[in-house]
């Protein structure tokens, strides 16, 4: 098949990332392209995945890609990231759906800025406290209320499922050595990083220009994630522990996606960063597609941006 002169997909012929599937893990297979899928194939036979319909690929050890089948994803917009063993560890990811760069120039306006940073870091914490009014607390008393609701969240789980809960803890270089609850929190814990990466990606933002998190590559990964660990991937996690499965990983990773897809995590995921960064409460599923059309301008120091391509010569 020649990919000389293939015309890539316009933004309103792609699915959104709001209305995709959360996450495709796979390992140990040959990922190759068939017309507008992509296909694994193991021992056991040949799978089919609509490209366009996937939010992130989460592709572990012992993949191999072709290069038809990294292009056909890059033209669907869906966000590849390598990944380790049992998804635990993250090792690159591919391009952006977006086609604007608005969001991003919204998140670099409000991380440089003192003032609007901790405005955007009180919004984040406000949407974890529910009814309280964080409007005029500092960051490290933001942190401590944080830190004590984590822990009450743990006891309360730990309860619940009877799972002893002693502190968070994991060694990346042994998961084996890691108590159960502890590698079902680390394993739910990647997934869910992995699908807020790709909607922060899709929608054109950096992962790395983090307002509670810092000095990280994916730090507003982090920032965005925390927002729904306490209600999805702890209470997932004290369930898989306290069933005693065999492949804690696995279950755990099925038991997020489903979970996501149940409550349209990618929706509200995508909905929750244009309202922290625009500061806007209102943004409605419908203001989505506002963020997916090709405009290429040229930055003006004092009109702010002029049109793009258009010859000013004449100008001189």
Known sequence: MSTIGRRLSESRELVRISDRISFLYLDRCVVNRDSNAITATDERGTVHIPAAAVGVLLLGPGTTITHQAISLMSDSGSTVVWVGERGVRYYAHGVSLARSSRLLQAQAEAVTNTRTRLQVARAMYAMRFPGEDVSELLMQQLRG????????????????????????????????????????????????????????????????????????????????????????????????????????????????????????????????????????????????????????????????????????????
């Open 145 to 316: 209320r944080e830190g004590a609701r984590v822990r009450a969240v743990y006891r309360q789980h730990s309860e619940r499922t009877g799972v002893e809960w002693k502190r968070r803890e994991y060694d990346i270089e042994d998961w084996d050595s890691g108590e159960p609850v502890n590698q079902a929190l680390s394993a739910a814990n990647s997934a869910l990083y992995g699908i807020v990466h790709s909607v922060v990606v899709a929608l054109g933002c950096s992962p790395a220009l983090g307002f509670v998190h810092t000095g990280h590559h994916r730090a507003f990964v982090y920032d965005i994630a925390d927002l729904y660990k306490a209600e999805l991937t702890i209470p997932i996690a004290f369930d898989v522990a306290a069933e005693e499965v065999d492949d804690i990983g696995a279950v755990t990773r099925r038991r997020v996606r489903d979970a996501v897809h149940d409550g349209k995590l990618l929706e509200r995921c995508a909905r929750d960063i244009q309202r922290l960064l625009r500061g806007d409460s209102t943004t409605s599923t419908a203001d989505f597609d506002e963020l997916e059309f090709e405009v290429i301008s040229l930055w003006d120091d004092r009109d702010n941006q002029v049109a793009g391509g258009v010859g000013y010569g004449d100008e001189f």
